[in-house]
């Protein structure tokens, strides 16, 4: 398992689409908190090398955050324009990849990004003053659990 520092899911996954990897989306859920998490799977050459599973923010979440309090019109509207708008997904915190290949870690390792919009910026403190760490909590229960089974 690896943890990573990514800004960009979808620079992310175009990255390892353009290095061969197929990926196709698992599980998606939109939280209560209006962010989401969702799990893809990595294939090369017909064989699962790897997961991936991020929680982020994206385009709709920060017209959401934008239209707090407005009518229910506004929203959809927002909404609306952000579907037809610039899409972006940028992780609000270490996205987690379960690695079982040694050419998948090398790519992940090697990959960097930076926070793709501003509106992502801005959209990314605003869930930071108030989002729960998911993911960071997944990971430290299965750290735990194996800790014990290891113990």
Not at 89 to 100: H, K, N
Request: hydrophobic share 40%.
């Amino acid at each position: 398992m690896m943890v990573l520092r990514v800004r960009d899911l979808d620079r992310l996954i175009k990255y390892l689409m353009d290095l061969g990897y197929t990926i196709s989306e698992g599980p998606h859920a939109v939280l209560p908190d209006d962010s989401e998490i969702s799990h893809w799977i990595l294939t090369k050459e017909s064989q699962v090398v790897g997961e991936i599973i991020a929680h982020y923010v994206d385009n709709h979440y920060y017209a959401l955050m934008r239209t707090s309090g407005a009518s229910d019109s506004d929203v959809l509207r927002a909404l609306v324009e952000a579907e037809h708008g610039r899409r972006w997904r940028a992780p609000v915190e270490e996205v987690v990849a379960i690695v079982a290949s040694e050419d998948l870690r090398a790519a992940l390792e090697a990959y960097s990004d930076e926070i793709p919009t501003a509106e992502a910026e801005e959209a990314l403190r605003h869930y930071e003053s108030r989002g729960t760490r998911i993911i960071e909590r997944l990971v430290a229960r299965i750290r735990r659990e194996l800790s014990l089974k290891q113990g």
